[in-house]
């Protein structure tokens, strides 16, 4: 059958209609009708040698009209529109005596889409730690059964009922691995199948604890409150609070931890505590300890006392001592330039003194740690050593009268203010003199100046450490 503009077709030399028309189908012509096609047109066929048998619908795979008693008509098999857009067909009716035919065409409407439709969405939502999803849903424009198979990426981890569209994961899925699935879900209708790319997504529950991902022991400095932050994590992603037992520890519920009041080291060096980190569902405990650094916040001191004491003639006075609470090392410096100090705080005079030219040496002593210092005036008391020898200050010529045995008195000092003049001994060599404790000098017999007129000894005084002797001559006068 062709298209034509002339009512003789092709025996009648008119032109066949191209414009819009498709014969590209064998034993199919379809025309699309448009703002141009012509008003007037006609169909022709042209019958060649050989034709004329009968066209049946198992000859030419299109479906028949059926009609019914009723007046009912219906094709077998059902059409498709892509292959004959229309069919014609006469209809008889009978009243089983007079019958009257009616010639009808019944055109094909065109039905997109021709697959099924789906009415549930693409994309479907399920929680972790269970394997239920949900089902997909399609309707044939036909009215067939739909089935459903299943395809792509996800696939081997999710059942579908073939016949029910009934999605299950072949096992629970967890949210912190995977948290989401994608599918391509086919509907098989009539015609064609119907494909829809779905994805699903898995609901995070709060299935997590907290877990701490920050030290157990922590550290702040003396003298301030500052300490730092409590870390947790929830693989959930959940918001998580904080807080703390005890009176000396405070904590926000960010997790930024405080002493409650500045620490001493001096005083305490460590607190204890327990922070809870809590998603709102499951709470989660840690024992802390915070230990206090110790700074160097206080100046040594003195432990010695401000006032020393050294025998003269030697160099050695003492040690000077500190302490440093904080327990840093100190060293001493010294003023001055007659005494002198090591770091570590041994004490000497730089030269021997002697108590009988100076008694007493001052000076200022600096205790420092390298931060902070101390001084303090210090004294170092000389002590008078038994170093001098006694000194006679009597003459060394005495005269005496004959015949008596009074002489006279031997006198010595001493420079030491340890010896006095009752701690002298005297002693005279020789028989013919005598001597006593106060240094009164005797004859042992009263002399004669005829016989003899001059006697000589050596007087020896001691103050018990140091011997001075001094010969002495005696003149006897007549």
Not at 34 to 63: E, K, Q, R, W
Not at 162 to 184: I, M, Q, R
Not at 189 to 195: A, C, L, Q, R, S
Request: aromatic letters at 6%; one cysteine or more; a negative charge.
């Amino acid at each position: 059958m062709r298209f034509s503009t002339t009512a003789d077709g092709t025996h009648g030399g008119g032109s066949a209609l191209t414009e819009g028309v498709d014969t590209s189908t064998d034993g199919v012509t379809l025309i699309t009708v448009s703002a141009d096609t012509p008003t007037d047109l006609y169909y022709y066929c042209s019958i060649h040698a050989g034709m004329g048998n009968d066209v049946t619908a198992s000859s030419t795979g299109f479906p028949v009209i059926s009609i019914a008693a009723s007046g009912a008509l219906t094709f077998s098999p059902t059409p498709d529109f892509e292959k004959l857009a229309s069919f014609s067909a006469k209809i008889t009716a009978s009243d089983g005596e007079i019958s009257t035919d009616q010639d009808i065409q019944v055109e094909i409407i065109d039905v997109e889409p021709e697959g099924p439709v789906f009415s549930t969405s693409d994309v479907l939502n399920a929680d972790e730690n269970q394997t239920t999803i949900g089902a997909v849903s399609a309707a044939d424009p036909f009215g067939a059964v739909v089935t459903y198979a299943i395809s792509g990426t996800d696939a081997s981890s999710i059942t579908l009922d073939t016949a029910s569209g009934e999605l299950t994961f072949n096992t629970a899925p967890d949210y912190e691995t995977k948290t989401s699935y994608e599918v391509v879900i086919t509907a098989a209708g009539t015609i064609t199948n119907t494909e829809q790319v779905l994805t699903i997504n898995v609901n995070n529950l709060n299935d997590n604890e907290p877990v701490f991902s920050s030290s157990a022991t922590l550290s702040g400095d003396e003298n301030q409150t500052d300490i730092g932050s409590v870390i947790a994590t929830d693989a959930d992603g959940d918001a998580l609070t904080y807080s703390v037992t005890g009176a000396n520890l405070s904590i926000t519920s960010a997790g930024v931890l405080t002493f409650a009041s500045a620490p001493d080291y001096e005083t305490t060096t460590s607190y204890t505590g327990t922070v809870t980190v809590t998603d709102g569902l499951t709470p989660l405990t840690q024992d802390i300890t915070v230990n206090v650094n110790n700074l160097n916040d206080n100046d040594p001191i003195f432990t010695s006392d401000a006032t020393f004491s050294a025998n003269e003639n030697q160099t050695a006075v003492g040690t000077v001592t500190g302490s440093d609470a904080d327990g840093d090392s100190y060293t001493f410096t010294i003023s001055g330039s007659e005494l002198a100090i090591t770091s570590a705080g041994v004490l000497t005079l730089v030269s021997a003194p002697d108590y009988e030219t100076k008694t007493s040496y001052t000076a200022t002593v600096t205790i420092t740690d390298g931060v902070n210092s101390l001084t303090q005036d210090i004294t170092v008391n000389i002590n008078d050593i038994d170093d001098n020898a006694p000194a006679f200050t009597s003459s060394a010529s005495l005269s005496a009268d004959e015949n008596q045995t009074a002489i006279g008195t031997v006198i010595v000092t001493d420079v030491d203010t340890l010896d006095t003049s009752s701690s002298f001994t005297f002693a005279v060599s020789g028989s013919e003199l005598a001597i006593d404790s106060d240094g009164v000098l005797t004859f042992t017999s009263a002399p004669d100046y005829e016989t003899k007129t001059s006697y000589t000894t050596t007087i020896t005084a001691s103050d018990g450490a140091t011997l001075q002797h001094k010969a002495l001559q005696f003149l006897l006068i007549t």
